[in-house]
């Protein structure tokens, strides 16, 4: 039975879909500005995770993630590099589509963009003024009036009169309210804009997700996902906005992934703290980088460092090891195993408890390889198996234990000197087999010797 924290509630809850096996899920995606950095792959990852998982346990996932491809930062940085915003966007979606299969995330069912969605963001609009819960007071502009929905701050649980201490208008607003947010921006000089009942202009970021989560997946979905960052003020608004137009429940749960952390401070492009996913992965293989993300549950916070991702590296390469030299067949066995994984991964999507089923099975691998071969091998395919729902371990053992390897060693030189070194120890010339190895590691090459064969990797 799956379980799901919702941050709505505050409460673990039991998971049952709105209609019967169907899951509707609605993640906040990209602002695609810039490239990606690594707490836009937390999120990615963590949702990608959620998917594989449903998928997994049977359910039958319609899974939406959207683009913002218009707002204030993507005007401003296609203005600094002389180009219009559509050719910006254009390029940051084909990288982040890059970063993201490097990563091996599964590509969403849907990837609305804003800007072909802007006629329902007009409809909606229009709707809660008719109702009373927006108004246009005649400079282009449209606002969506907080004090008159009566749940407002019940996902962040925050008062509206705590939130009025020391909120004010800025002078270019026309608002009511301090706390008012705007819909829909009437254009300014040098902006694109778009036609409106209200005048030329553009949505605000709010409506946006309002709009394509509905316009995807109805009035009321299951599941609606984004970073902890997001909780405030823009998943509230979209509650707001969304709970007012149609009268109905907006998301069944909501999810809120941690953040990636430097020095105990949020991986942040507006605190120039981050690094870009391209960045990290010139150092370390894709799937490192994913593991990291994995291995920690999806609420927590994930704390940056060379160690981290060193400690990643090495729990994957222990993995590999096991599965290294061992055929690939039908997983069987392990059913225990099997057991374990899926309770952990029912509570709340339990990846850390997940992963140290990895490692027990990984030890049952290790102490049948000599005894029982074949059912080493089973359960190698299980552990395939099991690592496929977190996104790993479906690589060749020694091309993920000798990536990087291109460019520092000759392979084939490598190769010959093992060999030369296997005959050394068969005419028991241990002097000229220790000259080899010390010759290998002078290289940067671990050797391993297993039953009359020898592998070898790269050092760290």
Not at 14 to 24: E, I, M, Q, S, Y
Not at 38 to 61: C, E, I, N, P, Q
Not at 105 to 110: A, R, V
Not at 261 to 276: A, V
């Amino acid at each position: 039975m799956l379980t799901i924290y919702n941050t709505l509630s505050k409460a673990k809850e039991t998971f049952k879909p709105l209609d019967g096996n169907k899951v509707r899920m609605y993640v906040c995606g990209m602002t695609v500005y810039d490239y990606c950095h690594l707490g836009h792959g937390r999120s990615m990852v963590a949702f990608d995770l959620v998917t594989r998982w449903l998928r997994k346990s049977g359910y039958d996932l319609t899974y939406v993630r959207n683009i913002t491809d218009i707002d204030d930062k993507i005007i401003n940085r296609a203005n600094e590099n002389g180009e219009t915003f559509d050719a910006l966007t254009a390029r940051m979606i084909d990288a982040m589509h890059e970063d993201e299969r490097r990563l091996n995330i599964l590509p969403p069912d849907q990837e609305p963009r804003a800007t072909d969605h802007i006629a329902g963001m007009h409809d909606m609009i229009q709707t809660l003024i008719d109702k009373g819960y927006a108004y246009a007071p005649g400079n282009g502009d449209v606002y969506y009036r907080v004090g008159k929905f009566v749940g407002y701050g019940k996902l962040s649980r925050k008062k509206i009169e705590d939130l009025r201490i020391g909120a004010r208008i800025e002078v270019d607003e026309a608002k009511q309210d301090p706390l008012d947010f705007v819909l829909w921006k009437g254009v300014k000089p040098g902006e694109p804009s778009w036609a409106s009942p209200w005048g030329p202009g553009r949505p605000g970021w709010h409506i946006e997700c309002s709009v394509m989560s509905t316009c995807c997946l109805g009035d009321s979905f299951d599941i609606h996902g984004g970073g902890s960052d997001l909780e405030f003020p823009h998943h509230e608004n979209e509650i707001a906005q969304s709970e007012a137009a149609t009268g109905k429940q907006y998301a069944n749960a909501w999810m809120h992934c941690g953040m990636i952390r430097i020095n105990g401070e949020k991986m942040s492009k507006s605190l120039n703290n981050f690094f870009t996913i391209r960045d990290v992965l010139e150092k370390y293989h894709p799937e490192v980088v994913r593991y990291l993300l994995v291995a920690s549950h999806y609420r927590s916070a994930i704390n940056y460092s060379e160690d981290s991702l060193r400690d990643a590296k090495g729990a994957l390469e222990r993995f590999y090891h096991a599965l290294r030299g061992l055929p690939r067949v039908a997983a069987s066995g392990g059913e225990a195993y099997v057991e374990r994984f899926s309770v952990a991964m029912n509570d709340d999507f339990g990846t850390p408890e997940a992963c140290a089923v990895l490692f027990d099975l990984v030890r049952e691998i290790n102490r049948l390889r000599e005894s029982d071969p074949q059912a080493a091998a089973g359960l190698a395919g299980r552990l395939r198996e099991l690592g496929d729902v977190l996104g790993v371990l479906q690589l060749e053992a020694d091309d993920f234990l000798r990536a990087g390897a291109e460019g520092k060693v000759d392979a084939t030189e490598v190769e010959a000197l093992i060999q030369a070194r296997l005959q050394a120890r068969t005419d028991k010339n241990w002097a000229e087999s220790d000259r080899i190895r010390d010759q290998l590691t002078a290289m940067g090459v671990v050797l391993e010797d297993s039953k009359g064969t020898t592998t070898w990797r790269l050092a760290d």
